[in-house]
């Protein structure tokens, strides 16, 4: 389904247009289509375009010059065609293919001119002038789609801005997420070693001093473009990092034994097609080194980062916030602090059963100011604590290294100058850590809840106790024991994510409370979490759930964190998730509209581009490739004078400076681009404001040198068109004085010549009877095809006067009636039955003597060209076309081949059967009575079928 985003831009176009799946389905119609063609959207849109007009005397065409698009992914322009209508309209179709992003035909773009009704008479020179005039009244009702166009733009903006603010928010909470996974992160080395181990990286053992690999994985071999080889060096296998150092920090780690850490470090390498890409590493060039001390080889432990230092900066913060605090955790200590320093949550570290402070971040201190807390015991720096059950509680998790989560729990402190502040409430966890199997102390992660609680206070609301706490989580939580997870804790909106209530879970196994998990993986990434003692923490995991009824495919962010009894056995683990079906929907369906954007204004024959501030380009379509010569990726972030040229540029800079100020600027220029490349466009400038200031302004150029260049030719053409036409009008007045003189003149000798040969052949006798039965009938039938050929003659300069007759009511039946009178020779030899149907429009105000011309010829050719092998039927009625009556006449003859004759149907003389004596003028006296009176004639037949000739007999008929 086409997105709303690009119809605003589709329906910006100038001209009327569709948007055609390849099966040739209409997928979308702009406003000027729906305008130009009396439709309405929701009657096009799922039809088959020849389908949905299946009236279209041009289908043949148009259909040819669709097909012609699917077949070779090239644009095609049709010839002009001709529409049934009065008074005549012409259009030219061209259809534009668009590819997707493999190249192949994603949609077709269907897009009509219309022409003036004079182009079907001009040479095809002249008629690109009139479509070039045409095409200037177009460009004028561009404009204001191309401002529409401009608004959605505007309107996008809003959208990216509001998306933008919904990313930020997840991302947020993201970040709070994470600080939730650090609070549960055990801070022994031992543990800290072990998440760094089971963080996916590329990794290699180099040995030697030459640095020879001896191992890598697959992350590493693709992180070096499938280059790597065994016993082959870093410097053979990839030469582009000598230049940039590595292979000195390798000789320094492996001549003094202490390794490198390096955090976001700029890297280029070559990819598998051999080009350079700049991404960005952390590594870790480790040395090994044997019992007996000897450094024997390096081992680089690499991570590659690139997508996170090019992502959007809150992301890109956030994400290197988490993967310094994952890297500092497996650091020195020093460094383990300097992280927690920069948390914005309370942390201390506490030592000794005595509980001394250790370490204490900013966040913490700021909960007891002007107390003194590094160094000395808990029970000495806050008293307070004792009081309250804290100290109680450190004293169990020392001793039994089970953690203990605090929810909302209460304390008061005393202000230096001993008076009361007002009481806190904390959500905090105290987790035991060891060194070499033995408890040393406590870490603490706690949140000043405060505001909360006594919001909660103020609603009546009470969560005093830690089930509770869990129950209100703002995320799923559950708790799995034993070797088959059985379900000790889940709270209620872990339940609602599973489809359950929590009665139906807590205390049933895994596979046997959600059965449909098994083979998707999660048991056995919780055995794995059991058997390494290593958090595992995934994003945007598909998981199908039973819910409701039926199955779900829905996304997950989650941690499983093992969580370890007193002897420090992992016992149990806990898993905190969040589903982001919504966030993978979202981010899925703007990728795909953006996508569908760029394969939209890609197509469109028309430069689209936007410029900031310093007037550089931040984005331009593929029509900027055939004009510069360059491809949209490389015009972005240069500055427009260097695209377009000084000269352009010097042109168009006062433009510019204008809509820069935020005004919608609109202007045609001659634009000297280079040497020979010289276009007269229709340019548009809409302003992007940003709260209230410009941040650059949209581009949108149409070449228009075509029309130009017609409209300049079309003056000239129009002045000889005009002295043609006089010139034509001498021609044909002396040409209908020449026919009525001459039939005029020929009518008593040819009477005369009768009447002489009928004397003599009564005077003379021939000696062959032979020759008399053969000379005599064809002098005869001579002589009566030259009078009838003269009487069509004198009726043809009648004729030329026929669009000046005073028009009268005219009863249809009774002129029928009339005229068959005349033909009931013909109506019997041809066995023929004949039908009317004049309902519609049983009377008509128009020359009587012209209107029975009309029907004696139409009527006599249906008899005189009947099929011999079958009765003649014949059917006169009449039908309404845009309130004007259409006199239809439909026989079962003879026919003929519309389609080839069809051109010369109405020529003097013109005869397509010769079976039968005429003279070929009968219907050229049709025509030309139908035209004098602003009227037309249409033609159906085919050969052995019959034919259909439709009269729409013009304003003068009505």
Same mark, same amino acid.
């Given at each position: ?78 010839? /002009? ?125 180099? *040995? ?6 001896? =191992? ?115 650091? @020195?200590?020093?460094?383990? $602090? ?8 309370? !942390? ?90 033995? /408890? ?22 009470? @969560? ?15 708790? $799995? ?5 059985? !379900? ?33 993986? =999660? ?48 016992? +149990? ?45 931040? =984005? ?56 020979? =490349? ?74 005369? *010549? ?9 005077? !003379? ?40 007759? /005073? ?66 039927? !014949? ?33 003097? $003389? ?45 304003? +003068?008929?009505?």
């Amino acid at each position: 389904m086409v997105s709303a985003l690009p119809l605003s831009v589709f329906n910006a176009l100038p001209d009327a247009g569709l948007l055609l799946a390849p099966d040739l389905t209409v997928v979308a119609a702009n406003d000027a289509y729906l305008a130009a063609t009396h439709t309405r959207r929701e009657t096009l849109v799922g039809q088959n375009i020849l389908a949905a007009f299946p009236d279209n005397p041009a289908a043949p065409e148009l259909a040819a010059s669709l097909a012609q698009v699917q077949r070779t992914g090239q644009p095609h322009q049709t010839a /002009p065609l001709r529409y049934p209508s009065a008074p005549a309209r012409y259009w030219q179709a061209r259809h534009v293919p668009v590819p997707d992003e493999q190249g192949q035909l994603a949609y077709i773009l269907h897009l009509l001119s219309e022409l003036p009704a004079q182009v079907s008479h001009l040479p095809p020179a002249d008629a690109r002038e009139v479509r070039a005039q045409k095409g200037n009244e177009e460009l004028r009702a561009a404009n204001a789609a191309l401002e529409q166009a401009g608004q959605a733009l505007r309107e996008l903006n809003q959208q990216l801005e509001a998306r933008a603010e919904e990313r930020t928010q997840a991302l947020q909470e993201a970040l709070r997420e994470a600080q939730a996974q650090r609070e549960q992160v055990q801070v022994q080395e031992l543990t800290l070693q072990q998440i760094l181990g089971q963080v996916p990286a590329a990794v290699a053992t180099l *040995l030697g001093p030459e640095h020879r690999y001896a =191992f890598f994985n697959k992350p590493y071999q693709v992180l070096a473009g499938g280059r790597p080889r065994l016993g082959h060096t870093v410097a053979e296998v990839l030469p582009e990092v000598l230049a940039q150092g590595f292979v000195k920090l390798l000789d320094e780690v492996y001549s003094t034994g202490k390794p490198y850490v390096g955090v976001e470090v700029p890297v280029q390498l070559l990819n598998a097609a051999g080009q350079p890409e700049q991404r960005y590493v952390d590594l870790v060039y480790q040395p090994m080194i044997d019992e007996g001390g000897i450094i024997q080889g390096i081992l680089a432990f690499i991570v590659d980062t690139t997508q996170k230092v090019k992502s959007q900066q809150q992301a890109a913060q956030a994400e290197a916030d988490a993967q310094a605090t994952t890297a500092q955790l497996a650091a @020195q200590r020093e460094s383990f $602090f300097q992280v927690f320093a920069q948390t914005p949550a309370c !942390i201390a570290i506490l030592r000794g059963p005595e509980h001394q402070f250790e370490f204490v971040n900013a966040p913490y201190q700021q909960l007891f100011p002007g107390r003194q807390l590094l160094g000395r015991p808990l029970i000495e720096a806050l008293p307070e604590t004792a009081e309250y059950g804290f100290l109680k509680l450190l004293d169990q998790v020392y001793q039994t290294g089970e953690p203990y989560f605090g929810a909302e729990m209460p304390l008061q402190i005393t202000a230096e100058d001993g008076s009361l502040l007002p009481e806190a409430f904390f959500t905090f966890t105290y987790q035991a850590y060891q060194e070499q199997g033995q /408890p040393v102390g406590v870490s603490i992660f706690a949140f000043d809840v405060t505001e909360q609680v006594r919001a909660r206070q103020e609603a009546a609301v009470h @969560q005093a106790q830690l089930q509770a706490l869990f129950e209100q989580a703002p995320v799923a939580v559950a708790i $799995f024991r034993g070797p088959d997870y059985l !379900i000790e804790v889940a709270n209620v909106l872990v339940a609602q994510l599973w489809g359950r209530t929590p009665e139906e879970v807590v205390g049933r196994p895994l596979l046997e409370a959600l059965p449909e998990v098994r083979d998707q993986g =999660f048991k056995e990434l919780m055995d794995e979490v059991v058997a390494t003692g290593s958090p595992f923490v995934a994003q945007e995991v598909a998981a199908q759930l039973l819910r409701n009824g039926r199955m779900e495919t829905v996304y997950l962010n989650f941690v499983y964190q093992p969580l370890r009894d007193a002897s420090g056995h992992i016992s +149990s683990v806990a898993v905190v998730a969040t589903e982001v079906s919504g966030q993978v929907a979202a981010r899925k369906a703007s990728e795909a509209s953006a996508r569908q954007l760029r394969l939209l204004t890609d197509a469109l024959p028309v430069l689209i581009g936007y410029l900031d501030l310093e007037r550089r380009y931040r =984005f331009a379509n593929r029509a900027y490739q055939a004009w510069f010569s360059l491809d949209p990726a490389e015009l972005l972030g240069r500055p427009v004078w260097e695209v377009v040229g000084e000269a352009a540029y010097q042109a168009t800079q006062g433009y510019m400076a204008r809509a820069l100020a935020g005004e919608q600027v609109d202007f045609e220029a001659r634009m000297p681009y280079r040497e020979g =490349f010289v276009r007269h466009i229709r340019t548009s400038y809409i302003p992007d404001v940003q709260q209230d200031k410009v941040a650059g302004f949209y581009t949108l150029v149409t070449d228009i040198t075509e029309q130009v260049l017609a409209r300049e030719q079309v003056q000239a053409a129009n002045t000889e068109l005009a002295a043609a036409n006089q010139e034509l009008t001498r021609t044909n007045q002396d040409l209908d004085n020449f026919v009525y003189a001459a039939s005029h003149d020929l009518k008593q000798p040819v009477n005369n *010549l009768s009447g002489l040969f009928e004397e003599l052949y009564r005077s !003379i006798r021939f000696i062959e009877p032979e020759e008399e039965q053969v000379l005599v009938p064809l002098i005869q039938q001579a002589l009566h095809q030259l009078s009838v050929t003269i009487d069509d003659l004198a009726m043809l300069g009648q004729t030329q006067q026929a669009g000046k007759a /005073p028009g009268e009511l005219v009863l249809l039946a009774e002129l029928t009636e009339e005229v068959l009178n005349v033909l009931e020779p013909q109506v019997r030899a041809a066995q023929a039955r004949i039908t009317t149907d004049f309902a519609a429009w049983p009377t008509l105000a128009y020359p009587r003597a012209n209107l029975r011309t009309v029907l004696l010829n139409l009527l006599g050719n249906s008899l005189k060209y009947a099929d011999p092998a079958r009765p003649a039927r !014949i059917h006169l009625s009449v039908w309404v076309d845009a309130g004007q009556p259409v006199l239809m006449v439909e026989d079962n003859g003879l026919g003929f081949d519309a389609e080839k004759y069809g051109a010369e149907l109405f020529q003097l $003389f013109r005869r397509l059967h010769q079976h039968t004596s005429g003279s070929g003028v009968g219907l050229y006296l049709v025509n030309r009575i139908v035209q004098a009176n602003g009227g037309r004639i249409e033609v159906d037949s085919q050969e052995g079928e019959g034919a259909t000739f439709r009269i729409w007999l013009g304003r +003068s008929g009505e």
